[in-house]
């Protein structure tokens, strides 16, 4: 009998844990969020330090602001796994394909944090089982806070948000170079000299969260990069999805949201995929 009472005991725990994680509030993730952006907001010559790869910073602003989410977060959703960029918390396992996961990037353009080219973007995805189920970009410097929910459309500052719907030819296109992966590069720079003539014109803002938000939004038609980290991707290829942007790697196939991925953004105008980009460019 005791045996009994101590699993139904443990039953109920579990199954009041499972509520609790699963009524997830959007608006704390967003509250939280916009409190990690005072961090960089308030930062003064923050100490850089360089990692793996070429022009690969890393700040103590950017531990800082991770700490600083895991930590609110954690105190919110404590049944919650937690990947992130910073403090070695950066590699996918089997483990956060069950259940919640945040998917974090403090600072995504870091390069642009340390010489104050703007924007810089904090970004917050959560799966579910594996799949993404909500995101938050914000950017601080403009108090731009984007969000969404799966199935629920697109969000920036409380105002619904959709992709525009004109031609390629009509809109500006964003890319990213992939910085890190030397080995891409000369075919990213291929693939934008083939798209320039294609729309009206190119522009790189040195985030991809904020490039995926920019076609969320319709500012830019199309964006793409060979190369992205899981935390690049996880909270705005979900936004822009919701916007009901089409968004895939460069061949086409599903984000995995298990890792590192290339990423194709469409709006809503941009019907087909430009032959070049589902091809190797380079031979």
Sequence with gaps: MKRLKRRLVNVQLLEFTACKIMNINIEKIIEITR?????????KRPKIMEK??????????????????????GEEFPE?????????????????????CFVIDPIDGTSNFIYEY??????????????????VVYNPYDDMMFSAIQGQGAYMNGEKIMS????LSDQLACFGTAPYYTELRDRSFEIAK??????????????????????????CGLYFELKLQI???????????????????????????TGA?????????VKEVPEFLLSDVTK
Aim: net charge negative; charged share 25%.
């Design 261 to 269: 991925s290339s990423a194709l953004c469409l709006s809503r105008g």
């Design 118 to 135: 703007r924007p810089s973007v904090i970004s917050v995805g959560l799966l579910k089982d594996g799949k993404p189920y909500m995101g």
């Design 35 to 43: 409190e990690a952006g005072n961090i960089l907001l308030n930062a």
């Design 194 to 219: 083939r798209l320039l003539p294609l729309c009206v014109d190119l522009r790189r803002s040195g985030t991809s969260a904020w490039d995926l938000c920019c076609v969320a939004m319709g500012r």
């Design 52 to 73: 793996s790869g070429h022009a690969n910073f890393v700040t103590e602003t950017d531990e800082k602001t991770q700490r600083f989410l895991v930590d609110k977060l």
């Design 80 to 100: 919650a796994e937690f990947l992130g960029e910073e403090d070695g918390q950066d590699v996918f396992s089997s483990k956060m394909a069950k259940g919640y």
């Design 231 to 257: 935390w690049d991707y996880a909270a705005a290829a979900l936004i822009a999805t919701e916007a009901g942007c089409r968004v895939t790697d460069i061949d086409g196939n599903p984000l995995s949201y």
């Design 164 to 167: 525009s719907d004109a031609p």
